[in-house]
Nanobody, 120 residues
């Protein structure tokens, strides 16, 4: 059972970045997939999630209108397209999965995280 993130890195404010998450070892269609982020010294917070079953989504207010979550059930992949990025988007981003509908309150699975840095 594994979630592996990729696509993090450095981007300028106003720019875009796409995170990818490859899922393996579980029945993708039974899960909701999502993204949490964590600032140094703070708890992780959910920013977006999507149901693999019906495509329903959840977005935190802080990213609504700027970030888009999507999934490819055939490839067991989930993506986070981040546009118009701000310095406050700088964080470690984690891919998560849970057998629940969005929002994901209690993730069952976590990736190792990928660092996103937005320079102002």
């Amino acid at each position: 059972v594994q979630l592996v993130e990729s696509g993090g890195g450095l981007v300028q404010a106003g720019g875009s970045l796409r995170l990818s998450c490859a899922a393996s070892g579980f029945t993708f269609d039974d899960y909701a997939l999502g993204w949490f982020r964590q600032y140094p010294g703070e708890e992780r917070e959910e920013i977006a999630s999507i149901s693999s079953h019906d495509g329903s989504t959840y977005y935190a207010d802080s990213v609504k209108g700027r970030f888009t979550i999507s999934s490819d059930n055939a490839k067991n992949m989930v993506y986070l397209q981040m546009n118009n990025m701000k310095a406050e988007d700088t964080a470690v981003y984690y891919c998560v999965a849970a057998r629940a509908s969005p929002p994901i309150v209690d993730p069952e699975l976590w990736g190792e995280g990928t660092l996103v840095t937005v320079s102002s």
